[in-house]
Nanobody, 120 residues
């Protein structure tokens, strides 16, 4: 009963920027954490950035100083501002959320993925 919908992916030149957005909808009691993962073909899905309900953030070392995660609690939306993009950032990016749908029922949810391609 919770869905994550992503937007903002696309093609950008090296050094450019993109802003991803993910909105959670449905039966939401509270959100423990939301974040972004990425997965290239033949690799494991890895954490890019996340933000918890308390506002703490975590970033992969490879994106620190270039990517910024933020949230809009009123809209149940998390953003990933990606600056100084590199070809090695090319991946499918997935939104993730740990969300309570009631006071005693939680699950982890995934978006469908959005393609980010950094190329000249």
């Amino acid at each position: 009963q919770v869905q994550l919908v992503e937007s903002g992916g696309g093609l950008v030149q090296p050094g450019g920027s993109l802003n991803l957005a993910c909105t959670a909808s449905g039966s939401i009691f509270s959100i423990v954490a939301m974040g972004w993962y990425r997965q290239a073909p033949g690799t494991q899905r890895e954490l890019v950035a996340q933000v918890t309900s308390g506002g703490s953030t975590d970033y992969a070392d490879s994106v620190k100083g270039r990517f910024t995660i933020s949230r809009d609690n009123a809209l149940n939306t998390v953003y990933l501002q990606m600056n100084s993009l590199k070809p090695e950032d090319t991946d499918v990016y997935y939104c993730h959320g740990k969300i309570y749908s009631s006071y005693n029922r939680w699950n982890e949810y995934w978006g469908q993925g959005t393609q980010v391609t950094v190329s000249s």
